[in-house]
């Protein structure tokens, strides 16, 4: 495994730890759907038999649903500060 991967994959730990570490302490949904999102893709760059189509397929599904996810982080603490 080379040095970029090691690293790309302890951002992905710390990702993961931080936002499930929130949502342990505020029990919102959108950050155990963030804390899971780097597993996607960490299970995308491992996947080598999936057809190129088929996998930018599937990227674009994990951006979508990425940025829905960020939204309603975004909005969840907006409305935690009211």
Known sequence: MES??????CVY????????????RFR??????IALLPTGWVLLALSSGIP????RAMKWL?????????????HAD????R
């Open 4 to 9: 970029a991967d090691v690293a790309l994959l």
């Open 13 to 24: 730990a710390f990702v993961v730890v931080y936002f499930l570490r929130r949502f342990m």
């Open 28 to 33: 919102k949904l959108p950050s155990l759907g």
């Open 52 to 55: 190129s189509d088929d996998l």
């Open 62 to 74: 994990g951006v979508a649903l990425g940025v829905l996810l960020i939204a309603s982080v975004t």
């Open 78 to 81: 907006r409305t935690e500060a």
